[in-house]
């Protein structure tokens, strides 16, 4: 008697295992797109008050690197520029007495000419006047090259105090988008360096579902496909949320460590990302489920 009963319990068991109703196509985890925020002056971190975890705006004041030895710097330039200015009013003045010297000269070079014309001076006089006029021609116009040769340093000096002023605007470090500081890597007090790494924040408004497809689904997934992604609601139910295909990638691979099985994990896949618009409920590292 309690064979028979066997009989007629072992397959409705049987039935209630190999019954399946979820048809999703793949499975795979949630990714965000990891950016590291480097310094890019260098100094001591007199302000860096944020921690891992915490949600981060786009263009927000996170942390500032002193400045003081920039501005020591912009103030000693700024004085050289002073005094070379000073310079080009003394040359000026220098310019302007030789162009004074120039025309008393040459109201007499004009004298001169005249007599000789007139064969009452003589070829020396005429030659003397000529060459001295001649000479400080030449002498305006050396003095006049001071003046460009001065220019041009305060123009060095002016670009260096642009790049002292643009130091500093990047010793203030701004956030540069919305999302969660994933890892802290420098204190306050500590030294940063152009190029260091300050921190890691994941974009959150966009994130990635990474799955795993076999070779026979392959043809059927394209890149810029619409899917549909699914994300635990709760224990009975799922959320949908809508999805694109974009990227597939060209090389097999076996299946990755997180599926359990051993029969699966020696199965060769590819992987493939699809981008899902984030309503704050998607956090990394959750499972999800698409559907091509």
Do not use: H
Request: charged letters at 30%; proline letters at 2%.
């Amino acid at each position: 008697m309690k064979t028979k009963y066997l009989w007629l319990i072992f397959p409705a068991l049987l039935f209630a295992c190999s019954g399946n109703d979820n048809k999703s196509d793949a499975y795979g985890n949630f990714e965000a797109k990891e950016i590291i925020i480097s310094a890019e002056t260098q100094g001591k971190i007199i302000e860096f008050k944020v921690e891992e975890g915490q949600k981060l705006e786009k263009g927000q004041i996170v942390g500032v690197i002193d400045t003081i030895p920039m501005s020591i710097q912009k103030e000693q330039l700024l004085a050289q520029k002073q005094a070379i200015a000073s310079k080009i009013s003394s040359i000026r003045a220098q310019v302007d007495v030789q162009e004074e010297q120039k025309s008393i000269l040459n109201t007499e070079k004009n004298r001169i000419e005249k007599l000789y014309n007139d064969n009452a001076a003589t070829q020396q006089q005429f030659d003397d006047i000529n060459g001295k006029y001649d000479i400080l021609e030449k002498q305006i116009a050396v003095t006049k090259t001071q003046i460009v040769s001065v220019s041009k340093e305060i123009k060095v000096i002016d670009s260096q105090v642009k790049l002292i002023d643009e130091q500093k605007s990047r010793a203030i470090i701004k956030n540069p988008i919305d999302g969660i500081l994933l890892e802290k890597y420098l204190e306050e007090n500590e030294i940063a360096i152009p190029g260091k790494a300050l921190y890691k924040i994941a974009g959150m408004d966009e994130i990635e579902l990474r799955v795993y497809i076999s070779g026979s689904q392959l043809p059927n997934v394209q890149s810029g496909q619409k899917v549909k992604v699914y994300i635990d609601k709760d224990e009975e139910t799922n959320q949908e949320y809508e999805g694109i295909v974009f990227w597939i990638s060209d090389q097999a691979e076996f299946t990755p460590k997180i599926i359990q099985t051993k029969e699966e994990r020696v199965n060769m896949v590819y992987a493939v990302k699809i981008r899902v618009k984030n309503d704050g409920k998607i956090k990394i590292g959750m499972p999800g489920e698409v559907i091509f």
